[in-house]
Each structure stands twice: as C-alpha cells, then as structure tokens.
C-alpha cells in the first residue's frame, strides 16, 4: 500500500509504501521525519492531523485563513488503487497501534503490576472464549431466566432498595441509632398528628414534596428577624405578628427537610416489598409508617425478621444469578453447588406471596434442567480450566525464555488474586518468590522499554489491529539485547507479530543489517505461516529540499545487495568513484580501518593534508615526521595506482587538489554528501577553523568523525549509494563554502 503525506510536521511531501501482513523497516538518520510518519497516520485514523500543522502554517490557522494547499493531509491507498479522491472510511489502515515512549509510560508498569489488563492480554484467549460460550450454553437455562424474568429483576432491585433505605449502609441492623428507619420513625410518624398550632401546614408537610418545602421554608428563616419588633414574611414581605413567630420556629424544628425526606424513603421502601410477602405480613408492614408514638419491642422484632428474610433471598437469588465459570471453575463436583441454589420457600414461610412463589419456581426449574447437564457442565469446565493453565505457562514461559536470553534476571508470574480472582502478572527477582512492588522504581529505563515492547506485543496479538508502529524501539539496547527483543517479537514460534503488517521506524541500521544479511534466516516466513522467502521489507528514507525550500521525503529501497561490510565498501569505492580524489578519499579511510602504517598509508594521509607537498612519515628514533624517501613513494603510488585501477602521481595530484580554486569546483561538482564532507574538511585546513565553522565543537566533531575511522556497524549501507549525511550538516558546509569564495581571487568561482 502507499502513504501519502503533505504538509506535517516538517514533511513537506512524502511517499512510504508498506507491504501488507510484512515488517517494514524503515531507516533513517535522526531529524528525517520518522515520528512525523507515526504521528501522520494516526492523526488520519483518530481524525487529528491538524495538530500537525506545520510551523510556517501556523499564523493562517490561528488566524482561521487556512489554506487547503496548506493542511495536513494524509491519504492511505492499496496498491494499483487509483491516486486521487481519497475516502478516508474506504482506507486500508482504519486502526494502529503505537508503540513509544507514551505507551511506556500510560499502559504498563502500573503499581505492582507489569501490566494493568493481565486477563485480557494473557488469559483471555480465543478458545478461552470459545470454551465459555459451550459453558454458558449449558447454563443457558439460568442465564435466559435471569435475562427474560423482569420480575426477577424487579424483586432484586427492590429488596436492595429496602436494605439501604431502611438500613444504614455497611450495617445489617435497621434498629441502630444511625439508620434512616431510626430517624425517620423512632418517635413514630410525626405527620399522623400534626400539633393544632401547626395544623395550617398540614397540606404541605403531608405532600408528596413535603422535604422540598420544608427545605423552602428553612431557607427563608435567615432572613427572618426573630429579635425585632417589625418581622416581615422574607417571601411576600408582609408583616408577621410576634404570636406567630414561635409557631414559624417549631414548624422548622418538627418538621425539617431531612426528616420529611426520610420519612418518605422509608415509606416508600416498606410499599416496595408488601408484594412479596404473605397478607398477614402486609398488614403488620403498613401498620409500621402510620404508628404515631414510635415502634413497640413487637415491631422492633418484626423489622429485624423482616430485613434477615429479605437479606437471606436476596443473596440467595443473586448467587444464582452469579453462576458461570467463575463460580463453577474451583468446584470439583458441581451438582452440589447447583443443588444448593434450589431455593425452598418453607424456610421463609413470610414471603410466600404469589408472586414471590412464581420467581422461585422459575429459578428452581431452570436450575433442575441445568443439573441434568452437570456431567457434560463439569467436562466443559474441566476443559476451560486446562485452557487457562496452559495459556498461563506459555505466555509465562515465552517471556521468561526471553528474559533470560537477553540477559534480565526477572521473572514474571500470572496469577489470581485470591480476594479480586483477578488475574495479575507479577514480576519476581530470578532467585526468588516475592514479587517486586512499585516496579517503575525497580526497572531501569532499558529494562521498562524491553518489558514493555515483549507485553505490546502481546496486546495487539490480541486486538489485530490493521496496522502496527513501533517507533525506534530498540535504538536504545545494547547489540545482545536489540536480537533477542527482535527474535522475541517476530521470529517467535507462537505468539509472535510476524504476518502482522508492521511499520518499524529506526535510525539504527543494526537491526536492519540483522533481518536482511546476518540472521535473514530467522526472518523468512516459517512452513505454516503459508508464505515463502522472507517477511521483512526494508528502505532507507531521506530529506530532500528542493528550490523553494520544501521538504520531500524520499524513500529508496534496501536490499540483502546492499548490506555490505563496511571493508567492501571502501574497497569498491576505491576502485569505481567517479574521479581519482573521490578513490583516495576511500581508500586513506580503507587503510586507517585496515591499521595499515605503511608508506601507502603515509603518502595517503599526508596528500589530505595541508602543507605536506612532499609525503612524510614518523620516525620514533627522531621523535618527528621526515620526508619519505623517493623509492618508498615510488613504490607507494605504484600499489595505490594498482589499487584504484588509474596512475596516481603524488607530486603532480596534490598542487592540483590543494588550490583553493580547484578545491571548490570539486566540492561544488561532487554530489555525494559523504565526499562532500571529506572535501570540506580540506577546505577548513585552507581557511582555517575561524571562516571554516569549525570552532563550532558539534559541527567540527561531526566533520572529523566522517573523515576518521568510526565504524559503528560492521555491516553498512554504501554512502555512494545511500545518503546518510544529514541534510542541515550539508547546508552548514555549502553555505561556507560560498563565503570561501569570496575570499580567494577572483572573486567569485561559484555560480
């Protein structure tokens, strides 16, 4: 498929083409525009590119006047698809995932845990989930009743009711001083009687808004002067006698918002179960809201036998309820429990009510079907419980194999939590039981990104998301350690991201050099996996600025041809660069690796060097350079010209390279930014490190490095054939080299 990209970020325009269900590693140098990628595709997906608008862009978005040749696009197309009206729901990527530095941090290593969603990601597997569809089959008797039955779901949510209304909550004793029963009628019902003084409000304390009036007329009281001769109503403003102000007082005192409001809950709560009890029992309820001088020991002793029945049935219709393979997996006979469930209303002879009787029938008869299937029930669970246990040894055994490998000495556990029976995954010390609290704390950072790169992968096994980005995952790791997370990740025999189509994002070519060259091998398609050769497409992505400053980034594609020891390189080079300075600048580089101090290396170093139009050597019995002798050049520049495949005189080659002239037009000529580098630095011995930049200890450094031996990777890309020098080192030394110019005469040599 092809990727599209305009205006994000600082890409300008940019093409990246990835192959479906393949691992596409794309290298490039830092600054390239590799996160903007990520960022770029997911700004499409989540319908947020324009947090990607570029700097330059900025003054016309905030002022609203945004341009649609300046917006952030990204369009996403299948190969042979036709470029052009791009329908974002017609995209073959619509989800991805990321790994990064934001994953890292939000969605592993929390608390104790190594990762917060252990059952999902490492349990909950599909024939776990097959598996739990036959048992809930089975069960399906109970489940159909509880889903279908809504007077079951009726008489449930109103014996909750009843408890939290009429019992304090956490306590299971309606006659506390602290419970709303308590408050509410401990003196009896206060609404029954209301004082003569007070019977003018009678309407409104008796109303079904009685709190909400109560409140009302509370409110109004701070602004009421109670003290003073002249007290006005703080709502009609009419004068209010001094005879009437202790009746206004006591009104506020007996009857408050809250106890009205109590008093309606609990009334309310006994009226919701009278239609599970027996009349006698009914009539005994509705004498309790209307007593007005508070609850005999008789009553007291009903209420409490009335909240221990209601409490009793309750629990026992929501354990059956409750019944799945979480109540059933710890059970080895499961007949018992179901048995158990069988509720017998003689033991709660008060609530045999009609309707009580029908809900309990209901229950009682879909758990006899149910037992019926106990044999087949337990086989399912039996088999649900070795599905967990094997899950949890492989993954277990998966990442503690790779643990080891890549040398941490931890290891990692599921297990379930006896008080949630939450699954969790624990990370122990490899010489112990115990298991390491605060893990963040523990784990240096190396040691988190690794954790977290082997647990992402196991979360988008699981979700399959249409595209995966991992976003320079293992620049950080030692060589060791960036093979196995490598290994671990795609080359796995089991849980891997192989035939996942992947974008992996890396200014390390190591892992490149791995997949294409070293261990290629390890990354071809296995026999099952239904595909041949390798599953890794790899191509190197580069800036290129054109004329109006606008940045393009070009892709090129790497191949196994390409990875090439860096030796080779140079010794190709030496013999097919395109003019004789460009050979001498491989082959000097191919010597020092080499650690070659030959008189073809003196001759070799000295001719990039200023001043030295004659070769010299170090002479350690003189503690100084001398002149080579003329048969040791002769014979140097006969092995040189061997070398290069032309004649190469150092008496004739080096006046020619060393004028300032000349030296430019080369520069300007050369169009390989490794080359480039090499001639500049010759420039800066011309000039001096003052007009040169080099002062400027970064640029200087980067300069020098290109110019000596620093192999980072013995297996490189040919810098002939891949630019890898960053585009704004380039832009430093082309900018220089047109002050160099007006430094020499003529004036000007650069057009």
């Known amino acids: 498929m092809k990727i599209i990209i305009k205006n994000c970020n600082s890409i300008d325009y940019?093409?990246?083409q990835l192959v479906d269900k393949h691992l596409n590693m794309k290298y490039a140098i830092n600054g390239t525009g590799k996160s903007t990628i990520s960022k770029a595709i997911q700004g499409l997906v989540s319908d947020k590119l324009d947090e990607l608008t570029p700097f330059k862009y900025y003054d016309e978005k905030t002022k609203g006047a945004m341009l649609d040749e300046h917006k952030p696009v990204v369009e996403i197309y299948n190969d042979g698809e036709n470029i052009g009206d791009f329908v974002r729901a017609n995209s073959p990527i619509q989800s991805v995932r990321v790994f990064d530095e934001e994953y890292v941090e939000r969605y592993t290593l929390v608390g104790d845990d190594v990762v917060p969603n252990s059952f999902e990601i490492y349990v909950k597997t599909p024939d776990y989930d097959k598996k739990l569809e036959e048992i809930d089959s089975l069960i399906k008797d109970i489940k159909e009743f509880f889903s279908s039955n809504t007077d079951l779901d009726d008489i449930i949510s109103r014996f909750n009711l009843f408890l939290a209304k009429i019992v304090k909550p956490g306590k299971r004793t309606a006659t506390s001083t602290t419970s709303p029963l308590h408050k509410a009628l401990n003196q009896g019902n206060k609404t029954i009687n209301v004082p003569a003084e007070l019977q003018g409000y009678q309407t409104f304390i008796t109303s079904a808004t009685g709190g909400k009036w109560a409140k009302w007329q509370l409110d109004g009281n701070e602004y009421f002067d109670w003290d003073g001769e002249n007290a006005h109503c703080p709502y009609c403003s009419k004068d209010v006698e001094t005879a009437h102000k202790p009746i206004i007082k006591k009104l506020s005192e007996e009857y408050s918002s809250t106890y009205l409001n109590d008093l309606k809950a609990v009334l309310e709560a006994f009226d919701g179960i009278k239609d599970f009890f027996i009349d006698s029992i009914i009539e005994r309820i509705d004498m309790l809201g209307v007593s007005p001088i508070g609850f005999t020991q008789n009553e007291n002793d009903l209420i409490k036998a009335i909240c221990i029945r209601i409490e009793a049935l309750l629990n026992r219709l929501q354990n059956a309820r409750n019944i799945g393979f979480e109540a059933l997996k710890s059970m080895d006979d499961i007949i018992p429990l179901l048995s158990d469930n069988i509720i017998d209303l003689e033991i709660y002879p008060e609530l045999k009510s009609h309707k009580t009787e029908t809900i309990v029938n209901g229950l009682n008869e879909s758990l006899k079907k149910t037992i019926e299937k106990a044999q087949e029930l337990k086989i399912a669970v039996e088999a649900q419980n070795k599905i967990i246990r094997d899950t949890i040894q492989k993954n277990e055994t998966e990442i503690n194999i790779f643990l080891l490998k890549a040398g941490y000495q931890y290891t990692v556990g599921i297990e379930e939590d006896t008080k949630t029976k939450k699954y969790r995954m624990l990370l122990k010390y490899r010489t112990?039981?115990?298991?390491?609290?605060e893990i963040k704390k523990h784990l240096s950072f190396g040691e988190r990104n690794a954790f977290a790169l082997v647990l992402f992968m196991y979360d988008v096994v699981r979700e399959q998301p249409d595209l995966i980005i991992l976003d320079d995952p293992i620049s950080s790791f030692d060589k060791h350690k960036k093979y196995a997370i490598m290994d671990m990740l795609f080359c796995n025999d089991t849980t891997t991201l192989r035939g996942m189509t992947t974008l992996m994002l890396t200014h390390d070519f190591e892992p490149v050099s791995d997949a294409l060259k070293t261990h290629c091998r390890s990354f071809t398609w296995k026999d099952e996996d239904g595909f041949k050769g390798q599953f890794v497409k790899?191509?190197?992505?580069?800036?290129?600025v054109n004329t109006a400053n606008n940045t393009h980034l070009i892709e090129k594609p790497i191949f196994d041809c390409h990875v090439k020891n860096y030796i080779r390189v140079l010794q190709d080079n030496s013999k097919t660069a395109s003019n004789i300075v460009s050979k001498l600048i491989y082959l000097r580089r191919l010597k020092e690796i080499e650690g070659d101090k030959s008189d073809v290396w003196d001759v070799l170093s000295c001719f990039f060097h200023k001043d030295t139009p004659t070769p010299k050597t170090y002479d350690k019995s003189v503690k100084k350079y001398v002149e080579i002798a003329d048969?040791?050049?002769?014979?140097?520049e006969i092995n040189i010209s061997d070398t290069i495949n032309e004649p190469f005189n150092y008496s004739t080659e080096y006046p020619r390279f060393w004028n300032a002239q000349t030296m430019i037009e080369q520069y300007k000529s050369c169009t390989l930014g490794y080359e480039k580098l090499q001639l500049f630095r010759c420039l800066s011995e011309l000039f001096g490190p003052s007009d040169s930049g080099m002062i400027d200890t970064v640029?200087?450094?980067?300069?020098?490095e290109t110019y000596h031996s620093e192999m980072e990777y013995i297996l490189q890309l040919n810098p002939r054939e891949f630019e890898t020098v960053p585009f704004h080192i380039l832009q430093q030394c082309?900018?220089?080299?047109?002050?160099?110019?007006?430094?020499?005469?003529p004036a000007s040599i650069l057009t």
Do not use: C, H, M, Y
Not at 631 to 636: K, L, Q, Y
């Open 14 to 16: 940019g093409e990246v």
């Open 538 to 544: 790899a191509a190197f992505l580069r800036n290129d």
């Open 631 to 636: 048969d040791e050049i002769t014979a140097a």
């Open 699 to 704: 640029f200087a450094k980067f300069i020098n």
């Open 734 to 745: 082309n900018s220089k080299v047109l002050e160099f110019q007006g430094l020499i005469e």
């Open 432 to 437: 112990g039981d115990v298991s390491i609290p």
